[in-house]
């Protein structure tokens, strides 16, 4: 038994969890490469010719169009129709054309914070037109664009409400029928509703906080006399005053998300369709860190990563190629980061303090893997000044509150637990009740079971008729599967088979989507449905991963034989082995699938690697939370990359998890005012065995 330092509580700050300005690779030196689905393979293709065809040669519309196409992310450009991205640009035109500042908005500023269509990973919903008939003659009345901005600002937060969710985004409409979002959410309903009436603006966030846990999104306007920063989701603080205002000083990294490449001197890195602004000296006194990377190999395109402890983990802010010459260049606020390449197997790395900092110089020697430190001391600069108070209206929070439990007097028949689930549909309850009153009464108990196992976003976007005929197809596939064998218990059954929430991909009906192409499947055995799923999924292809738009859904990955994340893939297989009637979970954080054969769950991935499974068992006397009482990481192209996904299982004596053979390492912490010290120990993991670490006690 391997016996760690105690695991310690930390705060956590319920704030949005976005990882995609840090989680995706973008090589060095930065093509401009659009997302590359050949259109014999887009089943969507000739909607995108029909719309980039649609305008006269030549005008300001037609460059427009080209320019939404070849920035179009995978998701959009498999699934968009003509008509949605037409609506689109119109209605950004006509704003152009008759809101006050329309035409004193720069072409190339209204190409890429006014026309777009997106803000972020959310699903698309068409929202142009609704809008602009909203905030028109609301905003053409403004003397100024700021006070059109607070105007957009007052709308939007008497209709949606910051409040913490699941991390994957909701699309506009979602959010209007839900009332509420976390702060990407909040800003993804105020950038679409500012856009409507021709107001430039952009999405920034701190990727990772390092005085707390979590990280946070907020609203960039462009005006006449530059960029300003607002909050999303209040009933609007004036530009440049926020409540995260007085934490500016403790912002490691700022960057602002863009469709397209614009002419900015402050983008620092490009990929398919979006390019990434360096916002980092508009809030926080810069440093300019300079990496020196000595290696036997040649190093281009490889990456240097800057992290901070935050949830449980080093997270890395920001990265930066490399250069011929194994020279990597960033910007970072005040604080101290863990800085790190690969070397050999494992890392080269060092701490640096960029506190009163102009310039910070350092070399990693990646010639030799480092080991890991027992423990390392982070810390940030204290707070610059009180925050703005974003404390409603009583009104306001009175209207919030109606809105909330609008539903509730209809619900009071239902278990706890379900009223619950339905009070998060916001608009949409009728269509959930309905289908529920609609329901056979032996087809009404699996039904409840699996909007019990629907996320909260999931009663916003699922169609509640079309997942009564999945849980059907469900419970069908059940028969056919215990017919070759293969047998669950209720309860594996409805969170593995019947639920139709894999992973972080928008909802969809995937098994009437996929059941066609399975077909021949279901009368096979468990192996031989593996083998036809193993040759299909070896069949796909793979797509720079690019900035903007949501994971595919199952259908969407099939449909086009591409997958623009690895994540696409798994989720994929997941849906088909459900809809086969196989108990399945995806494995993000490994790059498989777990499937049951009827005993015990076996890793299954796509590589020829044989398949093998061990354990972690995190012995405690008290109640343990991953994520915020500790961490588990692995170390992964060049940084200690934390696993946020694992399936960990609460067992009497604390936790356990399945996880591949290999090195890991437990991180824990302790914050105490403006500094954090963690611990770091490395452990083994072996196939067919459980290693078992004492985590002592949880007090502080």
């Not at 997106?118 to 403004?142: D, I, N, Y």
């Not at 409400?161 to 800003?187: H, K, M, W």
């Not at 409540?243 to 912002?251: D, H, L, N, S, Y």
């Not at 350092?362 to 480092?370: G, H, P």
Request: proline share 8%.
């Amino acid at each position: 038994m391997q016996t760690l330092a105690p695991l310690k509580f930390l705060l956590l700050i319920p704030l949005a969890l976005t990882l995609w300005a840090c989680g995706v690779r973008h090589p060095v030196p930065d093509p401009i490469v659009p997302p590359a689905i050949p259109d014999r393979a887009n089943p969507n293709a000739a909607a995108l010719r029909d719309f980039a065809q649609g305008y006269a040669p030549g005008s300001e519309e037609a460059r427009a169009a080209s320019f939404l196409v070849e920035n179009l992310p995978l998701a959009d450009a498999l699934s968009l129709t003509a008509a949605d991205l037409r609506e689109n640009l119109d209605h950004a035109f006509l704003a152009r054309q008759l809101m006050p500042w329309g035409k004193t908005v720069p072409w190339d500023v209204f190409l890429h914070y006014v026309l777009p269509h997106r803000a972020s990973q959310e699903p698309f919903q068409p929202h142009r037109a609704f809008l602009f008939a909203e905030l028109a003659p609301l905003c053409a009345t403004a003397l100024s664009m700021e006070e059109a901005l607070s105007r957009v600002g007052g709308w939007c937060a008497a209709r949606a409400e910051y409040r913490p969710t699941s991390r994957r985004d909701l699309g506009v409409q979602a959010i209007l029928d839900g009332g509420y979002g976390r702060c990407e959410e909040t800003n993804i309903l105020f950038l679409a509703a500012a856009r409507a009436v021709g107001l430039p603006v952009r999405q920034a966030m701190v990727p990772w906080w390092q005085h707390a846990d979590g990280n946070h999104a907020w609203i960039e306007a462009w005006t006449e006399k530059g960029w300003r920063f607002l909050e999303s989701g209040t009933e609007f603080s004036a530009l440049n005053r926020t409540w995260f205002a007085a934490q500016a000083p403790r912002m490691p990294k700022v960057v602002a998300h863009v469709l397209g490449h614009p002419q900015d001197p402050q983008v620092y890195r490009t990929g398919p369709g979006f390019a990434l602004v360096d916002s980092t000296a508009a809030y926080a006194p810069a440093t300019d860190v300079e990496v020196r990377v000595v290696s036997t190999e040649p190093v281009n395109n490889g990456d240097v990563y800057f992290s901070v402890f935050s949830l449980g983990g080093l997270r890395p802010v920001t990265r930066s190629g490399m250069d011929p010459e194994g020279q990597a260049r960033t910007t970072l606020g005040p604080g101290v980061f863990f800085v790190s390449t690969r070397a050999e197997e494992g890392l080269a790395w060092a701490l640096i303090n960029t506190h009163g900092q102009d310039r910070v110089s350092l070399s990693l020697d990646a010639r030799t893997a480092m080991p890991l430190p027992e423990s390392m001391e982070f810390s940030w600069p204290e707070t610059a000044r009180d925050g703005f108070d974003a404390t409603p209206r009583p009104e306001l929070v009175r209207l919030r509150q109606e809105r909330s439990t609008r539903w509730a007097p209809l619900l009071g028949d239902l278990p706890q637990a379900l009223l619950n689930r339905l009070l998060l549909a916001g608009t949409r309850t009728p269509g959930w009740l309905q289908a529920l009153h609609g329901a056979s009464s032996d087809l009404r108990s699996w039904l409840e079971a699996c909007i019990l196992n629907l996320d909260d976003k999931d009663m916003l976007e699922a169609d509640p008729a079309g997942l009564a005929r999945e849980v059907g197809m469900a419970l069908q596939a059940r028969e056919q599967a215990a017919a070759t064998g293969l047998v669950y218990p209720d309860a594996l059954f409805t969170e593995y088979v019947l639920a139709p929430r894999i992973f972080l991909e928008p909802w969809s009906p995937w098994r009437a989507q996929l059941r066609s192409w399975l077909g021949q499947g279901f009368g096979l055995d468990l192996e031989k449905k593996l083998a036809l799923l193993h040759n299909r999924l070896n069949e796909l292809g793979s797509l720079r991963p690019a900035l903007f738009g949501p994971p595919l859904t199952p259908g969407q990955t099939h449909a086009g034989g591409y997958c623009g994340l690895k994540q696409d893939k798994i989720v994929l297989a997941t849906a088909a082995l459900r809809v086969l009637g196989i108990a399945a979970r995806c494995q993000p954080d490994f790059g498989g699938v777990e499937y049951h054969d009827g005993r015990t769950w076996k890793f299954w991935e796509f590589d020829a690697r044989p398949q093998a499974s061990g354990s972690v068992r995190i012995l405690s006397p008290e109640p343990l939370n991953p994520l915020k009482d500790f961490g588990m990481a692995r170390i992964q192209d060049g940084y200690l990359r934390t696993l946020d996904d694992l399936p960990w299982e609460e067992t009497a004596d604390g936790l356990h998890c399945a996880l591949q053979p290999g090195p890991y390492v437990l991180l824990t912490a302790m914050r105490t005012g403006n500094r954090a010290r963690v611990n770091l120990a490395s452990f083994s993991v072996e196939a067919g065995s459980e290693t078992r670490l004492h985590a002592g006690s949880t007090t502080p």
